[in-house]
């Protein structure tokens, strides 16, 4: 709100001043200070959940009814947040969003300037070309496509596939920096064997462990992007059940890495995975920037600020910047996470703490 009423002042010189600042295109600085610089962050999206039970039936309707075609590049159901005005995004700084592709379709090749990462939920028989590296896919796994990296998706197989989107697009709209521009072919040429980026990866003497670290990334910043572009499900299952092992914790957090750097995987992007234990709850934290998270395996639910999200595996929801937020399951879950944070760190923006108390629960969501 602004803290002066323009319209509603009484002298009319000083009326008339504010009239005339408006007809030159000026906004006075006094009037909507409070509006620009609040206490805390005030993101316009809004926590929110999508349901796999709706997504999925969706998606499979559109394999039937719409062609993967040019022009249209790919079949993809964008998660819209509702408080975001019927823009496309997950959250003011992230796309998120359900792909899908029938037997022996390709989505054509591409690149763009904005970054993008998939975690695949659910299919066999599709491989990402990455600049000419075929990235096989498999649930579980995370496959990067790096801003400015041609990428196209293929299914060999007779099955239909389904795997999660995220990108750093609003980031680079935002930034006035979105370049796009069609292959000249529908799928580029494939080099070699499948997966050259993992067996270099191995053959240099690389392992598991150094594709991720436990907790939260804090280490350099990185301006490139992984030469790594796939991060296998069994590796991190692996690391996953080693560390729920080795610490009592609610919740075991893995982030995906740069090798190489020891950064996050996209300069703009930070890809984690996170299992809670069954009956366990995790601490309440807030952090500034965005999230997304796919439920991979498993239920449960999360609190974020004070609304309960039940949620199950396939589901998909946004915790927006500074959403304080827990996490639960009985059974035991598997989360996926997408987040801007390399970005805000970058800038020496980021900010992140544990609340004392975890939140009372006021608002069951859906
Ligand atoms: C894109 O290129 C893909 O390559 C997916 O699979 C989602 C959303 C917005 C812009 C480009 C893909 C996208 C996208």
């Known amino acids: 709100m602004s803290t002066v009423e323009e319209s509603q002042v009484g002298d009319p010189e000083l009326r008339s001043l504010y009239q005339d ?54 079949r993809v159901l964008s998660l819209t947040n509702p408080g975001l005005g019927g823009r496309p995004y997950a959250a003011g700084t992230l796309w998120g969003a359900l792909q899908c592709l029938g037997p022996r379709e390709t989505a054509p090749a591409h690149r763009h300037s904005p970054g993008a990462i998939r975690f695949v939920i659910e299919g066999e028989g599709v491989w990402t070309t990455v600049d000419g590296d075929a990235c096989d896919m498999r649930p579980g796994d995370l496959v990067l496509t790096p801003g400015g990296a ?26 006035d920096a979105v370049f796009f521009e069609q292959h000249p ?48 499900w069994t590796d991190t299952d692996a690391r996953l059940a080693e560390l729920a092992a080795s610490d009592p914790a609610p919740m075991a957090s893995v982030e995906f890495t740069n090798p190489h750097s020891g950064a996050s995987v996209l300069p703009t992007l930070s890809c984690g995975m996170h299992r809670l234990r069954p009956g366990g709850t995790s601490a309440t934290t807030r952090r500034s920037g965005n999230r997304v998270y796919v439920v991979f395996r498993g239920e449960g639910h999360s609190v974020i600020e004070g609304r309960r999200f039940d949620w199950t595996a396939g589901d998909m929801f946004v915790v927006p910047s500074w959403a304080a937020e827990r996490h639960a399951s009985e059974g035991g879950a598997d989360l996926f996470s997408l987040g801007d944070d390399p970005v805000l760190r970058a800038l020496g923006i980021y900010r992140e703490e544990t609340l004392p108390q975890p939140q009372p629960v006021t608002d069951v969501f859906g």
């Open 21 to 74: 600042i408006a007809a030159a295109e000026l906004r006075p600085l006094w009037t909507i200070t409070e509006q620009l610089l609040t206490p805390t962050p005030r993101p316009r999206a809004i926590p929110w959940l999508w349901r796999g039970s709706v997504l999925r039936p969706l998606a499979e309707r559109a394999i039937r009814l719409v062609p993967v075609e040019r022009g249209g590049e790919r």
């Open 150 to 175: 041609w990428h196209d998706h293929a299914n060999g197989g007779d099955g239909h596939m389904f795997w999660f989107d995220g990108l750093d697009l609003p980031m680079v709209e935002a930034l």
């Open 185 to 232: 072919e529908l799928r580029q040429p494939v080099e070699g064997e499948h997966n050259r980026s993992e067996a270099d990866f191995r053959e240099a003497g690389g392992t598991a462990r150094d594709t991720m670290v436990a907790g939260a990334v804090r280490g350099p910043l990185d301006a490139a992007h992984s030469p790594l572009l796939v991060y296998r």
